[in-house]
């Protein structure tokens, strides 16, 4: 059977709207887990996302049916590691700053990315929006010193993450089904959930934590890095990071219905400017 057989030509729409499901996904529980950092801490509510993530995705998938070669195990390893070490600074940050000013920062990661992917002189116009709206989001400038350095830099640690994640997700995404996910989601909780359990300790196993923590595994962890794998088999890494371009802004969306954070016009153009930004460089 030919590559076209096996995917068929509405495959790539159904890849992008796939992405869009699990953007929406992803920020409503990330809002959600936001409210339960005062009580268990960014670690403990990480340790749940990773942990419970981990489970389901494992008792769905069952990926040790298939044995992993030795190159694949080097890269879920990675692609694993990523995940757990993103999940943690881009919590950490959202601790500190607004959770659409934090996504923004973050989606650097998938923009550089697609610049180094592509070599046009629309890129060129692209580094330069998403410079300027870096600018008036980064605490350099006198109408946002108000945001902590300390989030900024952890968001900023979580763009490297993202970007990393892109490209060994690719590397993975060849893998049956949900297989590559499940291995993933595995390795991030072995370092994740104990750095979680050694800072909120028993707490972890309040009920009432434990249902919400459950929601936010799938719906911030399980669902969308599902749904994003199955797009990536079927999309290019720049045409990837270009569906994830509107992250930020459903960040701060999300961020302004559930958790009431507003941001100033300045920063709502300067988001804007990052999401234009990632767009041209997967625009044909």
Known sequence: MTEANKHPAGSPLLAGLALLC??????????????????????GV???????????????????RTPLTLKQVLNVAIYGSVIG????????????IPM??????????????AVLSSHRPRDV??????????????PIH????????????????????WA?????????????????????????????????????????LTPSFMLVGLAIAVMSSALPYTLEMLSMRRLSSRTFSMFS????????????VVLGEHLTLAQWLAIAAIVTASALTSLR
């Open 46 to 64: 990480t340790a749940y996302r990773v942990g419970m993530s981990a489970l389901v995705m494992l008792l769905i998938f069952r990926p040790w």
């Open 245 to 256: 371009s509107a992250a930020p802004a459903l960040s701060a969306l999300a961020g302004m």
């Open 164 to 204: 990393l994640y892109i490209v060994y997700g690719k590397r993975v995404s060849s893998m049956s089904g949900g297989q590559s996910v499940a291995w993933g989601m595995l390795a991030a909780s072995l370092f994740i959930v104990p750095i979680g359990v050694a800072h909120a300790g028993a707490l972890l």
């Open 100 to 113: 659409g000013i934090a996504v923004a920062i973050e989606v650097a990661g998938p923009l550089t990315v």
């Open 22 to 43: 699990s953007q929406l996904s992803l920020n409503l529980g990330a809002a959600i887990a936001k409210q339960l950092f005062p009580s268990i801490g960014v670690e």
């Open 85 to 96: 070490l993103m999940n943690l600074l881009i919590y950490r940050a959202f601790a500190r």
């Open 125 to 138: 116009v692209a580094v330069c929006l998403a410079v300027a709206g870096l600018y008036f989001l980064l």
């Open 142 to 161: 006198g109408q946002v010193d108000q945001l902590d350095p300390v989030g900024v830099a952890y968001a900023a640690g979580a763009a490297v993450c």
